[in-house]
């Protein structure tokens, strides 16, 4: 797996961390773990195969929707972050 530059750097887990091994968790059906690990990992990946469909399917609110799965990915991120920065 690929180390985090900015963990290296500053010793603080950046807003993608555990990305990685969140989603190998994912494909090997550890779901609870997934989640634990990252909570956006699933939403993130909600907004790519959502895009994809909706460039092919062209959806009525496609782009409404896809502002709305990305703005929850961004939320979770964030408040992933700021636990980490707390409570670890």
């Not at 790519?48 to 399917?57: C, M, Q, R």
């Not at 929707?65 to 980490?84: D, E, H, P, Q, R």
Request: charged letters at 10%; a positive charge; proline letters at 2%.
């Amino acid at each position: 797996m690929v180390e985090c530059s900015w963990k290296s750097q500053f010793g603080v887990e950046c807003f993608g961390c555990g990305l990685q091994r969140s989603f190998l968790l994912l494909m090997e059906g550890n779901i609870w773990e997934s989640i634990k690990l990252f909570p956006a990992s699933i939403p993130i990946i909600l907004v790519f195969i959502y895009t994809g469909a909706h460039l092919i399917f062209k959806y009525k609110n496609g782009a409404r929707n896809i502002v709305i799965l990305f703005s929850t990915s961004v939320a979770l991120m964030l408040g992933n972050f700021i636990w980490k920065l707390i409570f670890l």
